[in-house]
Every structure is written in structure tokens, then in C-alpha cells.
């Protein structure tokens, strides 16, 4: 009978063995595969990229690179576009304090409005709170081309002298914040509703006031999610074109945004395409220093602010 027993153990360790080793072989297989398609994925992000950086270093000017590693790469498009951006009078640097102009107030405004309406929503209970809070996700889900009549309609009856609101970028600025606001409202709120109210109540026990424990407690806490809200914020001042592109009409008003567009269209033909490509990556560096700055905050603030709402 021990021999017996003996047999039948050795056949169950070598079917154990066997199912191991399958299972180790499929787990095998299963990592090359994700490998494999990781390594398309980032092939897939990364081509464009180089591509573009390409084109803009290629002098011959071509609309389709034959090579990644151009014959005579150069500088010089950067330099061309830097020097004359577009047909208008405007220097690269006036378009570029434009655009950050636009980003910079979108984004302080985004956050420092966003931040005092979300402690409100969160903390304080008042009447219409409940009404107010559906307005705001109703302005929210509403398309932002639905906007562009009223607001343009608005601040072009704002004239003091020879300024008009509206075609000034202080009105492009209000109008983006007009919808950025419930985004930062709703993001930033959801976050604040994750902070323990014991720690104010604390605060409070030891003598301090409401304003106290908003800057010295809510706002230390809530830095991921105001870094996220502001990095949205400048991301869209930084890339907006419609509103800009309906109320602007001086050319030393234009974002680079609009150079950006006016370089296609009915003046492709004449855009080097070396120059479109350069322009292309010069603005797209500040949204990226932008990201790297604030990258750390990023999946803390998005997936702690979107728990409650």
C-alpha cells in the first residue's frame, strides 16, 4: 500500500509540475504580448512627434519627410518664424505675450473663483445651494458654441472711448472663463468634500476663524487639485482659437493660435511647410513645461477630486 501511495503522490507532483509550467509559459506569452503592444502603442505616439520635428528641420521644405534624420538638418525655420511669424506686422513675441496673457488670467481666475465657490458649495449650507450647484453642471454640459452669440453680443456693448471689450483680450479672457469656471467649480469641490471637516473643527476649537482655516488648512490641502485646474485652465487659454478668431480684429491682438491657423487654409500654398512645423512645436513647449511643472499632482488631483460630488 506505501508503494502505491508513493506512485500516487509522484503522478500528483508531476501534474502539479506540469499545470506550473503551463501557467508560467502562458504568463510568459501574456507579458511578450503586452510588451509587444506597448511597444506599438508608444510607436504610434511617438511617430508623429518625430515626424513633425522632421519637417521643421528639413530644408528642403517637403510636405511628407522621407526620412526622419533629414540630409542638412538645420535651425534655420525656427529662426524664420521667430524673426516673421506671419504676413501681418506682428512679432512672434507680441503673439506668444498674447496667448500667455490669455492663459495666465484664465488660469488664476479659473482657480482663485473656482476655489472660494467650491468651499462654498462644500462647507456652508445656505438656501439655493442645491439650485445653484444644478445651474452650474447645466452651464457645464452646455456646448460652448452655444455661448459665442451672447457673449460676443455682451461685451461689444462695453465702449469706453476708443476700447471695446470685446475686441480686446481682457473680453476673450472673461468669455473663456465664463467656461472654464464650472469645471473648476464642480473639480475642485469634489475634491474639498474628501478633506475631514475635524480638522477645521479642530482649528476652530484653538481659536481660529473661518478665513484662517480656509488659508492656513483647505488651501494647503487642496494644492493637487488647484494645480490640476490650473494646468486645465492654461491649456485651454493657451490653445483657444474660435473665440479669439470671432472677436478679435487688430493685428496686435492675435494669439498663436490664429498665426498657427493662418498659416493653412487658403495660404498653404504659400507656408513653407518647414515653417509650419517649427511654429507648430514652439507652441506646443509652454503646455509641455506647463505638464512637467505640475506632473506630480496630475492623478492625485483628477482621481481624489472626481470621488464625490
Same mark, same amino acid.
Given at each position: &500500500?506505501? %508503494?502505491?501511495?508513493?506512485? $500516487? %503522490? #509522484? ?10 509550467? !503551463? ?25 508623429? $512627434? #518625430? @515626424?513633425?520635428?522632421? &519637417? ?11 526620412? *526622419? ?18 504676413? =501681418? ?6 503673439? %506668444?505675450? =498674447? ?7 484664465? /488660469? ?13 458649495? /462644500? ?5 439655493? !445651494? ?11 454640459? *452646455? ?12 461685451? =461689444? ?6 476700447f471695446n471689450l470685446r475686441n480686446s483680450l481682457i473680453g476673450v479672457s472673461i468669455a473663456i472663463?465664463? /467656461? ?18 475635524? #480638522? ?18 483647505? *488651501?494647503?490641502?487642496?494644492?493637487? $487639485? ?11 487659454? @493657451? ?21 498657427? =491657423?493662418? &498659416? $493653412? ?7 513653407? @511647410? ?5 511654429f507648430s512645436i514652439l507652441f506646443a513647449v509652454p503646455p509641455i513645461v506647463a505638464y512637467a511643472v505640475l506632473q506630480r499632482y496630475i492623478v492625485g488631483g483628477l ?7
Amino acid at each position: &500500500m506505501s %508503494a502505491d501511495a508513493s506512485t $500516487v %503522490a #509522484l503522478k500528483a507532483s508531476a501534474r502539479a509540475a506540469v499545470a506550473t509550467n !503551463r501557467r508560467r509559459g502562458g504568463g510568459i506569452r501574456r507579458q511578450i504580448a503586452l510588451q509587444v503592444l506597448c511597444v506599438l502603442i508608444g510607436i504610434t505616439v511617438v511617430f508623429p $512627434v #518625430l @515626424w513633425i520635428v522632421a &519637417m521643421a528641420l528639413d530644408p528642403r521644405n517637403l510636405q511628407k519627410p522621407d526620412s *526622419l534624420f533629414p540630409p542638412g538638418a538645420s535651425l534655420d525655420a525656427f529662426a524664420r518664424v521667430i524673426a516673421k511669424p506671419t504676413v =501681418n506686422p506682428v512679432s512672434f513675441l507680441t503673439l %506668444a505675450t =498674447n496667448s500667455l496673457f490669455i492663459a495666465l488670467v484664465i /488660469s488664476i481666475s479659473s482657480v482663485a473663483i473656482g476655489v472660494l465657490a467650491a468651499y462654498a458649495f /462644500s462647507r456652508m449650507r445656505f438656501r439655493g !445651494r442645491e439650485f445653484l450647484m444644478i445651474a452650474i453642471l447645466a452651464v457645464l454640459m *452646455l456646448p460652448a458654441v452655444a455661448t459665442i452669440a451672447p457673449l460676443f453680443v455682451s461685451l =461689444n456693448k462695453i465702449q469706453i472711448g476708443t476700447f471695446n471689450l470685446r475686441n480686446s483680450l481682457i473680453g476673450v479672457s472673461i468669455a473663456i472663463i465664463s /467656461s472654464q469656471l464650472p469645471f473648476a467649480v464642480w473639480n475642485i469641490k469634489g475634491y474639498l468634500d474628501t478633506i475631514p471637516k475635524e #480638522l477645521e473643527e479642530a482649528a476652530v476649537v484653538d481659536g481660529a476663524g473661518r478665513v484662517q482655516t480656509f488659508v492656513r488648512i483647505i *488651501l494647503p490641502l487642496s494644492t493637487p $487639485v488647484l494645480a490640476v485646474t490650473a494646468l486645465f485652465a492654461f491649456i485651454a487659454g @493657451w490653445t483657444e482659437f474660435i473665440l479669439s478668431w470671432i472677436f478679435l480684429t487688430k493685428p496686435e491682438t492675435f494669439t498663436l493660435a490664429m498665426a498657427l =491657423n493662418g &498659416m $493653412v487654409g487658403q495660404y498653404a500654398s504659400a507656408t513653407p @511647410w518647414s515653417n509650419f512645423a517649427a511654429f507648430s512645436i514652439l507652441f506646443a513647449v509652454p503646455p509641455i513645461v506647463a505638464y512637467a511643472v505640475l506632473q506630480r499632482y496630475i492623478v492625485g488631483g483628477l482621481t481624489v477630486g472626481g470621488v464625490k460630488g
